[in-house]
Each structure stands twice: as C-alpha cells, then as structure tokens.
C-alpha cells in the first residue's frame, strides 16, 4: 500500500459517444413549460438562446449521440482522464474499503466543465455565432467556456456571482487570460442586475441572477447565444466521457463500484461519472448505490420542493420540473460557489423522484475537514465542491471500518482548488463557519414558487 494506483487508458480509448439515459428510464421526465402559456416549449422558443444541433440533443431520444471529431480532437488535450484508488486515504482511515475516485482537474482549466464547454462552443461556430455569454459561480464553467471560445475563435463574456468573484480572483485572471469578459454579478450592464442592486447594493449574488443577466445580454444580440454549465440534459449528456471512461478502467481494476459518490450543485459532474453506471444497474450487470451531496446551505434535493420553476432569478427561462429552492433565493456565501444553485438538473430531479438515487447535505466545515485530510494522503488539493462527496465517501469508509465490510466506493474528484486556496486558509485559520439555511428563509423563498 505503498501509494495510489493509477488506472490509465490510451487516447483510442476515448469514448467516441455521448450517453443519454432518457431512452432507458422507466419514465420520461417532465417536459419544459413555456412561462407564458405553460405548454411544453419547442425548439423555436429555445433559439435565440441555443443553436439548433444542442436543442435537438436536448430533446433528443436516442441513446447514444456521436461525438464530432473536431471535439474529440480536443478532448485529447487530456482525455482520457485517470482513475486511482487512493490506497493512502485507505490507509490513513484503517478501512477495508476500497476508495476510486476518476480524477478531472488534469483538464486545461483543472475541472470537468471543459467537457461540455468544448462541444457547445464548437456547434454554435458551427451555426456562425460570434459571441457566448454566461454566468459562473466559483469560475471554473466561466474559465472552461473561456479556453473552448479561445480555441474556436468566440468572444466569451461571463457574469461572475459577486461572492465568488470576490473570494477568488484568480479564476478572473484565468478567464481573462483566455480572452473573456467578466463581470460581478448583480452588475449595472443589465435591468435584472440593476433591479437586485436597487434592492441590495451590497448584494452577494446568486447563480441564478448571473443567468438572468447572461440570458438577457444573449437574448437581445442576434449574433450572440447562451452557454449554461450544468442542469440542462445536454450538459449532461457531453459530461458521460467521465462515466463511460470509469467504467473501462473498473473493467483494468477488475472491480465493481458498490457505492458512487458525487457533489451535485446543478448537476453535470454528477450525472456525468454515474449515468452509465445507472444504465449497467438499470440493466441489472450491476448494483450499486448511488448517492448526491450537496451542501447544507443550499440543500435543493433533500429540502426542496419538486416544482415547476425559473431557471433564473429574472424569470427569463423556460419552467423546469426540478427540486428547487425557490427562483428568488440567494444562499449563503459558501466556498464551494459551484453548488450555489436554486434547482437541480430537471433529469436528475426526476430520477431522484423516481427512487434511483439517495441524496444527503454536509456543512462545509465537514467539507473542508475532508479536503484536508484527502490532500495530505493522496497529495491532491480538491476543488471546493468535490469535498463534499469526499466527506462522504470518509464517512462510508469509517462505516466500513466498523462493520468490517470491503465495499468498494467510487467518487468524482471534479476538480483542484489551485485557484480555491483562500477557502483552505479560512478553514485552516478557523475563520469558517457553517451555514444551515433557516425553515423560515426556506419557507419565504418557496413561497415565491410560480
């Protein structure tokens, strides 16, 4: 047990399709409604703010989508990406667990959203937009669009959440390096911005005010379209490779996953490491337990309500079936600003619904406790918001430790936190606190459910 095995596939074992699991779940998710006539919207109503090739996979019936060359080229700028088994952490924990986690911060931008990000610039240079917008949380959607813009020659402006804009400038810097225009959301450049800004001109933001101002931009500029990192299917779906590349290298380890771990804000990198696991378990070739973590401050599967909601706080998107916390709440200021979102992916929503996967929330005080103790074992700093599923994947490997069991669990190490540091050095120094979101906040942003 000497340090950490590394499971690595060459490059023509990339995945050359895209997995979506519409096809094989016993029921089809609810379908988008359009906020005026509340009837299913069609593909005219999303195309001022999506090219026609992501509308069609958003709706798309078909299991398996091809991957355009010209994407794969890039993807092998460091797909396939690795997977280890952390046998340090083991180790250090006294667990006869087995822990894997598929690790996505070798990207450009040391997350998984170039995953997505890549596709979605390349099909609207494809359709001849000359210009994406969108929001960011913590930065790394933000710095992944930049990098994909800058390699197929897009101009890229992103609204950056005002706490995480503050608290991590250096993913500004990355964005900036990139060739991106970024802002601190709420901003004065747009009506939602100025309307939360009248309210509260010391306002935190949230990620979904980011989207109402990157959709409202994109929706009055006919040569400009929208770019979302998470909840929607077809972000989904481009985030596969994690999973399908998985399940090649459990086939290397000669292993199974009894438990698959991953942080969910909107969803992508979640969905994206477990789809096709849930298709072998559908299926019946395997069996294991799939489990969300989200923080305790902005808890939309375990405190939310399943409803119909804006995507945004404006109220300029189609309606989503999702668990949501209401389109007007604005969550604390956490570090882990990539899982500060109001809802969760509609398609995941419906899954949880239908009784496939668990979910649990954690304080980030646990969060970080379990970054710490995962980088001084197996010398990787994790990105803010996978610390969550490592909290957990820890709690199962003490559980394990107990009951004597050998499960063998598996995470999503989504990304590193070079850029995250002072989130380190405020729990480090003991400056982080715990934020419980409230019955009666909840209660008050739920009331303002459409």
């Not at 919207?41 to 195309?47: Q, R, S």
């Not at 040569?223 to 399940?247: D, F, K, M, P």
């Not at 395997?286 to 404006?314: H, K, N, Q, W």
């Amino acid at each position: 047990m000497a340090g950490r095995t590394k499971y690595l596939l060459d490059e023509a074992d990339m995945p050359t399709r895209w997995y979506n699991i519409v096809p094989d779940l016993p029921e089809p998710p609810p379908p988008p409604l359009h906020p005026a006539t509340r009837e299913p919207v069609g593909p005219a109503d999303l195309a001022p703010l999506f090219p026609q090739a992501l509308i069609a996979q958003e709706v798309s019936g078909e299991r398996y989508i091809d991957i355009p060359g010209e994407v794969l080229d890039v993807y092998g700028l460091w797909r396939p990406s690795p997977l280890f088994r952390a046998r340090r952490l083991e180790q250090a924990l006294g667990t006869p667990a087995r822990i894997y986690y598929k690790y996505e911060g070798v990207s450009p931008v040391g997350s998984h959203k170039p995953n997505t990000a890549v596709p979605q610039a390349f099909y609207n240079a494809a359709e001849g937009v000359t210009r994406l917008t969108t929001e960011t949380g913590a930065g790394q959607w933000g710095s992944a669009l930049a990098f994909a813009c800058a390699t197929f020659g897009l101009d890229c402006e992103v609204w950056q959440v005002r706490a995480s804009y503050d608290q991590k400038p250096y993913r500004k810097i990355m964005m900036e390096t990139f060739g991106a225009t970024v802002h601190p959301s709420p901003s004065d450049l747009t009506e939602s911005g100025r309307k939360v800004l009248a309210v509260d001109p010391d306002s935190t933001g949230s990620l979904g005010i980011a989207i109402s101002e990157a959709v409202e931009q994109a929706a009055a500029d006919p040569s400009a379209r929208y770019a979302l990192g998470s909840v929607l299917n077809h972000v989904l779906l481009h985030q596969t490779v994690i999973g399908e590349e998985a399940l090649q290298q459990f086939r290397l380890a000669e292993d199974t996953p009894d438990v698959i771990v991953g942080c969910t804000g909107g969803g992508s990198n979640f969905a994206g490491l477990m789809f096709p696991f849930l298709r072998e378990k559908l299926a019946g070739r395997m069996s294991p337990e799939i489990r969300a973590v989200e923080p305790a401050a902005c808890p939309t599967l375990t405190r939310g309500r399943y409803a119909y909601d804006f995507g945004d706080t404006a109220g300029l998107t189609p309606l989503l079936k999702m668990h949501t916390l209401g389109h007007e709440f604005i969550p604390a200021p956490i570090h882990a600003g990539g899982l500060r979102y109001h809802g969760m992916s509609p398609l995941l929503s419906h899954i949880y619904e239908l009784g496939l996967l668990e979910a649990v929330a954690v304080p980030q005080q646990e969060c970080f406790a379990a970054g710490v103790r995962f980088a001084r074992a197996e010398g990787i700093i994790a990105a803010p918001e996978p610390t969550h599923a490592l909290a957990v994947c820890i709690r199962e490997a003490l559980r394990c430790k107990e009951t004597g069991e050998e499960k063998v669990i598996l995470t999503a190490l989504c990304g590193h936190a070079h850029l995250d540091l002072p989130a380190y050095q405020a729990y480090l120094s003991g400056q982080l606190v715990d934020n419980e979101l409230s019955a009666e906040t909840l209660a008050a942003s739920l009331a303002g459910l459409p």
